[in-house]
């Protein structure tokens, strides 16, 4: 049993989105998803898919895409991203995928550690943040605390987050994400959302003050999930 995360697949099964403009990485890469996956990952393993699932505004029209995700070897476990319009309630979406978990102010128990997160949003002092976005940022701030709280109230001692945006602005500065996890036993915090090296170079990566922080952005890993090596918490 092995943990493999990766985010940002811009499927586009039923609505074609080329993604082609962010560098030849995109080229025929659900495909290249599909090979890795299936080279890497059992039924017994699980990946963690971090937004931007798929290009759909509905979920009728990301049928295609989930169904691609669900035939794929081992369990999901995925977060919203901000292109996943399609994303409607957690028990409508349940219902129809027993393989994929949905995850939205609750976390979910893998072994002795439990999975958190939300979607995140654009930190303050970012370039591209504006005064709009003050207020979706405090709301996903809340709901990654209720994520948090929910799998303190189960009794985890170790919490591995997801995001789908970086936890920091694009200078790296402490934001609202990275002060309420210090609170928390978080080892682990993936995210994704970022394209491109130009990007990719402004992201928090590697260890800060006790947690490990690292980008799996679907073009930054080559469509290939990345294993995910947990620490030994007693």
């Known amino acids: 049993m092995a943990l493999f995360a990766i985010g940002d697949l811009h499927l586009g099964f039923a609505k074609e989105k ?4 962010f560098g030849e990485v995109w080229k025929n890469h659900s495909q290249k998803l599909e090979q890795n996956w299936k080279k890497y990952i059992t039924q017994q393993d699980t990946i963690l898919l971090l937004g931007d699932i798929s290009w759909a505004m509905k979920l009728e029209e990301a049928k295609t895409d989930l169904d691609f995700i669900a035939a794929l070897p081992g ?43 939300t979607r995140g949003w654009i930190c303050p002092n970012d370039s591209f943040f504006t005064p709009q976005d003050q207020k979706i940022y405090q709301r996903e701030v809340g709901r990654l605390r209720l994520s948090l709280e929910h799998a303190k109230n189960a009794g985890a001692k170790q919490m591995i987050v997801l995001l789908h945006f970086p936890p920091t602005n694009d200078k790296k500065e402490e934001s609202e994400f990275t002060r309420l996890l210090q609170q928390y036993p978080v080892t682990h915090v993936l995210y994704g959302h970022l394209h491109g090296e130009n990007f990719w ?18 073009d930054r890993l080559n469509f290939c999930p990345q294993k995910i090596e947990l620490l030994s918490v007693s």
């Open 75 to 117: 369990k999901k476990i995925c977060i919203c991203g901000n292109h996943d319009y399609w994303w409607s309630s957690v028990s409508k979406l349940q219902k129809n995928y027993e393989n994929i978990l949905f995850l939205r102010n609750n976390s979910i128990a893998y072994q002795k550690a439990f999975i958190c997160g």
């Open 18 to 21: 080329s993604m082609e403009k």
């Open 201 to 218: 170079q402004n992201s928090l990566l590697g260890s800060h003050k006790g947690i490990f922080y690292d980008l799996v952005s679907g």
